[in-house]
């Protein structure tokens, strides 16, 4: 089959390898049709963290086919739709039954890697996968998209929400314009803020956040973007705030411009060297997030609003690629070209 491989900074490349098997008896074997580029696939990519040359193990996000399923699968079988959530939790430790089933404390292993190929092997897979109604024939490209984003950045925006507990009437502020952060906008509409207050410095980006029911958008960054939002706010600040994108900057930004008391949810891949908590303290700025509980979103909220066509956040999907592009398709996103890259297989 064709798989990703990171060759080295700046270069992805397609290689054939063997299809991967059923090792565990909860495992469950993709034929994948559709994937992406992740933002945080582009930090190597980059050359802002390390990885290994030639290495097998990019993306995370996949919708597909289950081509064959482990002896302890009972939820999904061959020839099932689903979609395939980066996180792979247990339903039943602490964790998950708390809604975290982004930490399931079952496992060492919850994370996807090396999605961005022909076939996945999906461990633990009984209750972490998410079984769609009928087959990718029966939708749109448009609905196929924003079950793809269910994998992912959709859960992932609205875990920033949920943690931020924004509610109805709530200002919030979504620090971050990639897919995770338009994908804020939408969960604090659903959540029911009032005013919802985008930082987005692009033009493409501007006009998705609006569509997606942001009220302000604010172009400035750092010092000059927290003046804006106390000047929105009458100085009060936000009553929460969704930090998308895990810089330093970032996180300086999401931790200025909330209320004293604001919580401040986090779901951008901490890329940070070190957080200042003084401020926090004196504030009483509460700090929540980390990664998405994409299953129980999904199963909870997420699938029938997508299916209902309540949200449509596979807007964000602004290029398409072939999988033999995969390296166009990375290079589509590093230059700011696609808000995210969405590759068909």
Same mark, same amino acid.
């Given at each position: ?8 900074? @700046?270069?992805?490349?397609?290689? =054939? ?15 994948? $049709? ?14 802002? %963290? ?19 399923? /482990? #002896? =302890?699968?009972?939820?999904? *079988? ?20 708390? /809604?975290?089933? #982004? ?6 292993? =919850?994370?996807? =890697?090396?999605?961005?190929? %022909?076939? !996945? ?10 079984? !769609? ?23 992932? @925006? ?30 604090? *509409?659903?959540? /029911? ?13 501007? *006009? ?7 009220? &302000?958008?604010?172009?400035? +960054? ?6 804006? !939002? ?21 996180? &300086? ?10 919580? $401040?949810? +986090? !779901? @951008? ?6 957080? &200042? ?20 979103? &999904?199963?909870?909220?997420?699938? *029938?609003?997508?299916?209902? /066509?309540?949200?449509?956040? #596979? ?12 390296? %166009? ?6 230059? +700011? ?9």
């Amino acid at each position: 089959m064709k798989t990703t491989v990171f060759e080295k900074v @700046g270069q992805v490349a397609i290689e =054939n390898v063997d299809k991967p098997t059923i090792q565990a008896e909860d495992d469950v074997i993709i034929k994948v $049709v559709r994937t992406c580029v992740c933002g945080s696939d582009l930090w190597a990519y980059r050359g802002l %963290e390390d990885k290994d040359d030639h290495s097998i193990n990019s993306g995370h996000e996949a919708i597909g086919i289950v081509d064959s399923v /482990g #002896g =302890n699968i009972t939820t999904v *079988k061959p020839g099932d739709f689903v979609i395939a959530p980066f996180t792979h939790g247990c339903g039943h430790c602490a964790a998950c039954l708390a /809604g975290f089933d #982004g930490d399931c404390q079952s496992h060492d292993d =919850n994370f996807s =890697n090396g999605v961005q190929s %022909e076939y !996945v092997r999906f461990q633990h897979a009984d209750w972490a996968l998410i079984k !769609v109604p009928g087959q990718p024939s029966d939708y749109s490209d448009e609905m196929l998209n924003s079950l793809l984003s269910l994998a992912d950045v959709m859960a992932t @925006g609205y875990h920033a929400a949920r943690v931020a507990n924004v509610t109805t009437g709530d200002t919030v502020v979504v620090v971050g314009d990639g897919a995770v952060g338009l994908c804020g906008v939408i969960a604090a *509409k659903m959540r /029911g803020a009032k005013r919802i207050i985008a930082m987005s410095r692009h033009e493409d980006r501007q *006009k998705l956040a609006t569509e997606f029911g942001a009220t &302000d958008i604010i172009a400035e +960054r750092g010092d000059e973007a927290v003046e804006k !939002v106390m000047a929105l706010t009458n100085n009060a600040g936000a009553d929460a705030v969704l930090e998308c994108v895990g810089t330093e900057q970032s996180n &300086d930004t999401a931790m200025k411009v909330g209320r004293p008391g604001a919580i $401040v949810g +986090r !779901v @951008g891949l901490p890329h940070e060297p070190k957080m &200042d908590m003084a401020n926090s303290f004196y504030n009483n700025t509460i700090i929540a997030g980390g990664p998405a509980s994409v299953t129980t979103y &999904d199963k909870q909220t997420l699938l *029938k609003a997508v299916l209902d /066509g309540d949200i449509h956040p #596979g807007k964000v999907f602004t290029k398409a690629f072939s999988l033999d592009d995969i390296d %166009e398709a990375y290079q589509a996103m590093t230059k +700011r070209e696609a808000i995210k890259s969405l590759i068909i297989v």
